[in-house]
């Protein structure tokens, strides 16, 4: 019960940062006027994150601390975990969002099939620009209860990039 709720508690936290982060991409990045703000699609980025990103992001983090042995320096503890996000949970994680966000708001599967064409490798490049120092910072200062939390903050950012390119 008790990590139920903090998947829970992990999921809303990240549904209200990623509903941020698309309001922002559409009134500051797509200039849309407030009277054109697409609310739904806000609430369905929203939704990704408190059904999927949270509770992913959660288990992921504990699986991360379990598995990296603590008798590793802190430092190599932060870089072990960085390097181990980075390999195996960033690409496919990065490939589900990009199937996920357009599936929500009601895109055909040929097109979303297109767009991870299109997309998937310029998004995961840009992944590598922020994330790998973005987790070792996580990794290796924050604790663990506020990892998931952390690393919204830092996906404010990445979250509009996210929401341009997958709502485009």
């Known amino acids: 019960m008790k990590r139920l709720k903090v998947y829970l508690k992990d999921g809303i936290n990240v549904a209200a940062v990623m509903g941020l982060g698309d309001t922002i991409a559409q009134l500051f990045f797509d ?16 939704i990704v994150g408190l059904v999927f990103v ?11 601390e379990s598995r990296v042995p603590k008798t590793y320096s802190p430092m190599r503890r932060g870089v ?15 490939m589900a969002m990009s199937f996920l966000v357009p599936l929500v708001n009601g895109e055909p599967i040929d ?14 490049i840009r992944n590598y620009m922020l994330w790998p120092a973005a987790q070792m910072l996580n990794f290796r200062f924050v604790p663990l209860g506020y990892q998931v939390l952390y690393a919204q903050f830092i996906a404010l ?3 509009c990039y996210l929401s341009m ?3 485009s």
């Open 80 to 94: 072990t975990k960085m390097l181990v996000d980075q390999t195996l949970f960033a690409p496919p994680f990065t």
């Open 54 to 64: 949270g509770p992913t992001l959660g288990r992921w983090y504990h699986f991360l």
């Open 157 to 159: 950012v990445w979250n």
């Open 111 to 124: 097109r979303i099939r297109q767009r991870i064409l299109d997309s998937y490798v310029s998004i995961l």
């Open 31 to 46: 200039k849309k006027p407030l009277d054109e703000w697409d609310a739904g699609r806000t609430l369905r980025f929203g």
């Open 165 to 167: 390119i997958l709502n």
